[in-house]
């Protein structure tokens, strides 16, 4: 399986319908390709938290129509990293959405543990309620999270309990944080015995320096491929198979006892 992370620079000085174009543009130089990722609120910017409102479009809005048609155009599953979303219920949240080669939304999912310690995207924002699991035909399983999800490893539990084999995870990562950033990526690939795919932003925003670094780790917690800090399209081959033998070779979920059965009165 062939898959490219596009580590796309988001900076005050580009619009985000420049950005949009940008990055279908790189989207559609990604044939030959299986899965490619982008980034959290690539068309904003993670802490740009005054423009969410603003910006906000439905689940299928212009973010979505052009990603749909980069990704038809290129015959490629697109994880189209995140949006703020405005749902139907007038709410913002921060959703992804994962289209299939033919253009079609295969899924979305609106992050669950959002980041600001009750203010920004905290507040701003509604929680998901529901982990994400999506099946490539023939390939393999995703697991869908974002950027503060990865410091919850319940969540990533309940993805590989639901069949992931591949957890990917688009993120606007601060670079005074990125050594967690690596860490962390590491340890849930290691932990789940899963390939992880972090794909995180270049650039500042609203004064935010971002850590880049996307990152491919394997289900032994071995770094495959690192990005460094300015935009940059990171690829990497991987065989989805590996997590079985893994699995299989070091069965330590099996030996799961807590979490699997609620406590006993």
């Given at each position: 399986m062939?898959?490219?992370?596009?580590?796309?620079?988001?900076?005050?000085?580009?619009?985000?319908?420049?950005?949009?174009?940008?990055?279908?543009?790189l989207v559609r130089e990604q044939a030959g390709a299986d899965l490619v990722v982008l980034p959290?609120?690539?068309?904003?910017?993670?802490?740009?938290?005054?423009?969410?409102?603003?910006a906000a479009e439905p689940l299928r809005g212009p973010t979505y129509e052009a990603m749909a048609k980069a990704a038809s155009d290129t015959?490629?599953?697109?994880?189209?990293?995140?949006?703020?979303?405005?749902g139907d219920d007038g709410r913002l949240y921060n959703t992804s959405l994962v289209l299939s080669p033919s253009g079609e939304l295969a899924a979305f999912y609106r992050k669950i543990h959002r980041f600001g310690f009750d203010k920004g995207e905290a507040v701003l924002m509604g929680a998901g309620r529901e982990p994400v699991t999506v099946r490539l035909p023939d390939s393999?399983?995703?697991?869908?999270?974002?950027?503060?999800?990865?410091?919850?490893?319940?969540?990533?539990?309940?993805?590989?309990?639901?069949?992931?084999?591949?957890?990917?995870?688009?993120?606007?990562?601060?670079?005074r944080r990125r050594s967690h950033w690596t860490l962390l990526a590491q340890a849930r690939a290691v932990e789940n015995q899963a390939f992880v795919l972090a794909c995180g932003t270049a650039g500042t925003h609203a004064s935010v320096p971002q850590a880049?670094?996307?990152?491919?780790?394997?289900?032994?917690?071995?770094?495959?491929?690192?990005?460094?800090?300015?935009?940059?399209?990171?690829?990497?081959?991987?065989?989805?198979?590996?997590?079985?033998?893994?699995?299989?070779?070091?069965?330590?979920?099996?030996?799961?006892?807590?979490?699997?059965?609620?406590?006993?009165?």
């Open positions: 062939r898959a490219s992370l596009l580590q796309i620079a988001v900076n005050e000085d580009e619009t985000v319908e420049a950005r949009r174009v940008r990055a279908a543009a959290e609120l690539w068309t904003t910017g993670a802490f740009a938290f005054e423009e969410f409102d603003a015959g490629v599953w697109l994880h189209a990293g995140s949006v703020p979303e405005r393999t399983t995703l697991g869908v999270a974002t950027c503060y999800d990865l410091r919850f490893p319940e969540l990533f539990r309940s993805l590989v309990d639901a069949g992931a084999e591949v957890l990917v995870v688009p993120a606007g990562w601060p670079e880049g670094h996307s990152i491919v780790v394997d289900p032994w917690g071995e770094v495959l491929a690192e990005a460094g800090a300015d935009e940059e399209v990171l690829t990497v081959e991987f065989d989805p198979e590996r997590v079985a033998r893994t699995r299989e070779q070091f069965p330590a979920l099996k030996d799961r006892v807590l979490g699997l059965e609620p406590p006993r009165g």
